[in-house]
């Protein structure tokens, strides 16, 4: 069983650094709008980057299914086993790196931006074609690197995992702040950058994986370690899926933006978001070692420890609903206090819709983390991909009867409250059901 120590110092420490990244997140805005002297730039740049982000974290599902694996394995003391799955995760996903990318040149080759935006055709052709071969080179580095974070929450060191994108966003805001001042706003020279703040903290995580796991023994058999991977791989194909569903609900918004209004519009979005995401961020700091830990738990019989952690969870949401509201009246005067000026335009309709959706956003991570430690998917599966259909027709009718891009967020919102709901319920069922199974063991 985890020490309790070590878990709350796991969540004080990336506690701690996601606040480090909220300030970082917060300073680079203005830094972005300083860079990039033309609006519409700025807009198709957040449209790419918001892209990019998605594809630096679909991994198949692989990272979750080993990061559930490691747990898993290190509860039930076969540290040899998790050595094996570590292994090979890091060469599975190697080669999925090379086929990937191999299709993502093919697709950036044939692809023609002006069929997109308007916006995007206005820009010269050859400086969006190298910004996204080195997004696709970069996907390709970073894609067995990135299975380090995973590990790092399946051995318990979710600090060190939380500070990865810490360091990234840090190198990047450097970057602006240094280059802002001349006004170049040149995206390629940007995204080579960002590559590199990418790719830098992920072989750190590398490193440190390497060292924890140096004196664990070896597996019996050297085929154990992608046969190992593989069935973790296999297990993951449900986590895939669901990434791929939350990056059609959550992660289209500036693509859709970008295609029915203008790529100005994308920068207003980008303002809210950033805002609003704190809470989303602050989430996720605390569900991904709670995962771990209910699946730990969970394996270990710990019914009392894993209604403990669902407790604080609950009462995680209560805080949310409180912020969210402060957040909402104060947004006007925070918003001239951050950007200053009429560079972003707000209203309290905006606001309280991004509220809502953001409350949606952060109970759903709430329940999956519960569903996740208990290995429970396929509810997700469904309830992911009626949210997805439920999209694109809603999308159909935005386009023919909605004028200003915030109706959007209110389709977000329609597509999730019922997956919140019944992902809730379903937790709920099976922590009674767990709680029985426990009190029926003999002691």
């Known amino acids: ?38 609006q519409q730039l700025l807009g198709v740049w957040f449209s790419i980057i918001s892209v990019m982000n998605w594809m630096l974290f679909l991994d198949f599902g692989l990272g979750n299914g080993i990061k559930n694996e490691v747990t898993f394995r290190i509860a039930k003391g076969k540290a040899a086993e998790a050595r ?24 950036a080759y044939f692809l023609r931006f002006s069929e997109v935006s308007a916006d995007i055709a206005s820009i010269d052709f050859p400086s969006i074609e190298k910004v996204l071969l080195i997004v ?19 051995l318990q060191m979710s600090a060190l995992a939380a500070a990865v994108p810490v360091v990234t966003n840090t190198l990047v805001l450097v970057y602006l702040l240094m280059a802002g001042s001349s006004g170049i706003g040149d995206p390629v020279l940007l995204v080579q950058f960002y590559a590199i703040a990418v790719i830098a903290p992920l072989l750190g995580a590398a490193a440190v994986v ?54 100005s519009d994308v920068v207003d979005y980008q303002v809210h978001y950033r805002a609003f995401s704190l809470f989303i961020v602050a989430a996720s700091t605390l569900t991904l070692p709670l995962w771990s830990a209910i699946a730990q ?68 991570m709430s329940e999956v983390c519960v569903a996740n430690g208990f290995g429970r998917l396929r509810l997700q599966v469904i309830s992911f991909t009626a949210a997805v259909l439920m999209k694109i027709l809603l999308l159909f009718a935005y386009r023919i ?41 003999p002691s």
Request: positive net charge; glycine residues 6%.
């Open 297 to 364: 738990a969970q394996a270990e019989g710990q019914a009392v420890r894993v209604q403990s952690i669902v407790r604080f969870l609950r009462l995680s949401l209560v805080f949310t609903a409180c912020g969210l509201a402060i957040l909402t009246a104060l947004f006007p005067w925070l918003l001239s206090l951050w950007i200053g000026g009429d560079v972003v335009q707000t209203n309290s309709l905006t606001s309280t819709l991004f509220a809502i959706y953001t409350f949606c956003v952060v109970m759903i």
């Open 210 to 263: 390497a060292w924890n796991i140096r004196r664990w023994p070896h597996p019996d058999q050297p085929r154990n370690y992608l046969q190992a991977a593989y069935k973790a791989m296999a297990a993951g194909g449900q986590f895939f899926f669901i990434q791929l569903c939350l990056l059609a609900i959550n992660g289209t918004n500036e693509i859709a933006i970008l295609t029915f209004h203008q790529a």
């Open 136 to 154: 696709v080179a970069t996907f390709a580095l970073q894609f067995p690197l990135r299975m380090s974070v995973s590990i790092l929450y399946g």
């Open 401 to 441: 009867w909605v004028p200003s891009w915030d109706g959007l967020l209110l389709i977000n919102i329609i597509v999730l409250v019922p997956v919140a709901i019944v992902l809730a319920r379903d937790s709920s069922r099976t922590l009674r059901q767990f709680g029985k199974q426990q009190d029926l063991q």
């Open 1 to 38: 069983m985890i020490p309790i120590n070590r878990l709350v110092g796991n969540i004080s420490g990336s506690l701690a650094l996601k606040g480090a990244a909220i300030v970082v997140g917060l300073l680079s805005v203005p830094a972005y709008i300083n860079y990039f002297s033309n």
């Open 84 to 107: 094996g799955i570590i292994w090979g995760g890091y060469l599975w996903s190697a080669i999925l790196s090379l086929l990937l990318a191999t299709l993502l040149l093919a697709a």
